[in-house]
C-alpha cells in the first residue's frame, strides 16, 4: 500500500473500504453543498508571509484548550456514526488522541456509548458533546453520565433545533445498521475489511440512545429519530441550566454570528466553537474560516474561540491559529483516517496534521504555536 502522505490519500483509500452509505455521510453536506465547499475553499484564499534566516531550531505546537494541555491546538470533532467508519470507531479514535495528547470529543449520536469510551482507555478524561433533546430527563442523565465517565468538558451544540436536509443521506436511506435491501447488501460485499469489522464488535446502534431514552430499543433511521427528538424551542437559558447542572468547563458549538457570540458568552460557556456543522445545516451560511475573525473581534478575551469546518492540513490549523481561534477541530480528517486503516489511520491523520502545522510555522518563522498571530498572514478576511 502506497504510503499516506496527505489527508487525500486517507480520503481516497476510505472511500474505497466503507459502505456508501456511510462513506457519503461524511463526504457531503446539506443541499446544494456550497457551504460545504467553501469550509475547505476559503482556506486557499489565506496566503503566508513566508520568512528566511530566523533560528527556528527549537519548535513547539504545544498549546492548551480550556485549560488542557494539547500537544498541538487541534481536537477531534464530535462526529456521529464514527463506529460505522470502522467497528468500535469511537473507541480507537479516542485512544489515538489520548495517544496524541488531544482532547477527543465523543458524539450524543456515537455507536460505542460513553460508557465503552470511557473503560477502553483506561477512563482518561475525554470530552461530551451534548444534543438538547426534547426529553429533558434523558438530557440530564446524559450530563450525568458524561460526569461519571470523567468527561472533562461537554460540549453543547446550538445549531440542529431541525435537521437539514442531506441529499446523498436520503438516497442512500441512511441507517444504522444498514437495511438488509439488494442495493447495501451487494455494496457491503465489497468491503470485507468492514464486514469483518463489525462482525467482531457489538456496538452496532446507538450506544448512548439505544437502552438508555424512554422506550426506545432501536433507531432505525437517524433522521427520523432526530426529527422527533431534537427540540426547535432550544434557547439560551438550556445553556444556562446545563452549565448548572454540568458544574464543569462548557463548550457551545455552532456560532455563526457575533450576536450569538455575545449570548454564548453571557450564558456561561468557557469556550465557543464557530461553526457551521461542517456544512450540513444551512446551506449558503458563510464558511467557518471567513467568519471566525468576527467573532474573535466581538469576545475579545472573554472565552476562548475555537474552529471548525474545513481543517484537512496543519496548514488549516496555522491559518486558524493566525485569525484568532484558541483551537481547532477536526472531524472529516479524522473520519477518512479512521475509514482507511482504522486506529493507525487517525494517528496517520494526526501525525499529517501535526507535521504540517511545524513546519509551516517554520516558514513563517515562529517557533511556538502560542505566539502565532495575524503577522503571518499577506492575505486574511
Not at 288 to 317: A, C, F, K, N, Y
Request: hydrophobic share 40%.
Amino acid at each position: 500500500m502506497a504510503e499516506m502522505t496527505c489527508i487525500e490519500d486517507l480520503r481516497s483509500l476510505a472511500k474505497k473500504r466503507v459502505p456508501r452509505m456511510f462513506y457519503d455521510y461524511v463526504d457531503g453536506g446539506s443541499w446544494t453543498e456550497y457551504t460545504y465547499r467553501a469550509n475547505e475553499a476559503d482556506f486557499q484564499r489565506i496566503e503566508f508571509r513566508q520568512r528566511v534566516a530566523v533560528d527556528i531550531t527549537e519548535r513547539s505546537t504545544a498549546s492548551t484548550m480550556v485549560g488542557q494541555p494539547v500537544s498541538m491546538p487541534v481536537a477531534i470533532a464530535p462526529t456521529g456514526l464514527t463506529g460505522m467508519q470502522h467497528a468500535d470507531g469511537e473507541i480507537l479514535a479516542a485512544r489515538a488522541a489520548k495517544r496524541h495528547g488531544i482532547p477527543f470529543t465523543l458524539s450524543t449520536m456515537s455507536i460505542c456509548p460513553i460508557e465503552a469510551v470511557a473503560e477502553a482507555t483506561g477512563r482518561h478524561p475525554f470530552w461530551f458533546q451534548l444534543y438538547v433533546l426534547r426529553d429533558r430527563t434523558f438530557v440530564e442523565s446524559l450530563i450525568d453520565r458524561a460526569r461519571n465517565a470523567n468527561c472533562s468538558a461537554l460540549v453543547v451544540t446550538m445549531d440542529l433545533q431541525v435537521f437539514g436536509q442531506r441529499h446523498k443521506d436520503k438516497k442512500n436511506g441512511l441507517s444504522t445498521p444498514p437495511k438488509p435491501t439488494l442495493r447495501n447488501l451487494v455494496n457491503m460485499a465489497s468491503k470485507p475489511r468492514w464486514c469483518i469489522g463489525m462482525l467482531g464488535t457489538r456496538h452496532r446502534q446507538f450506544g448512548n440512545i439505544v437502552g438508555h431514552a424512554r422506550g426506545v430499543d432501536k433507531i432505525g433511521s437517524l433522521v427520523e429519530w432526530t426529527q422527533e427528538q431534537f427540540d426547535p424551542r432550544l434557547s439560551w437559558q438550556d445553556v444556562e441550566w446545563i452549565k448548572k447542572r454540568w458544574d464543569g468547563k462548557l463548550i457551545v458549538k455552532g456560532i455563526q454570528d457575533p450576536e450569538d457570540a455575545r449570548l454564548a458568552v453571557a450564558s456561561g460557556a468557557d469556550a465557543i466553537i464557530v461553526s457551521n456543522h461542517g456544512g450540513r445545516q444551512l446551506d449558503g451560511a458563510a464558511s467557518s474560516i471567513s467568519t471566525l475573525p468576527r467573532i474573535v473581534e466581538v469576545v475579545g478575551d472573554r472565552v476562548e474561540v475555537h474552529m471548525d469546518g474545513g481543517i484537512r492540513s496543519g496548514q488549516d490549523v496555522l491559518k486558524a491559529i493566525a485569525l484568532g481561534a484558541r483551537g481547532t477541530y477536526i472531524g472529516r480528517a479524522m473520519m477518512y483516517g479512521l475509514g482507511a486503516l482504522g486506529e493507525q489511520g487517525v494517528t496517520t491523520a494526526l501525525n499529517i496534521i501535526q507535521n504540517e502545522l511545524d513546519l509551516s510555522m517554520a516558514f513563517c518563522g515562529k517557533t511556538d504555536i502560542q505566539s502565532v498571530d495575524r503577522s503571518i498572514l499577506l492575505t486574511s478576511f
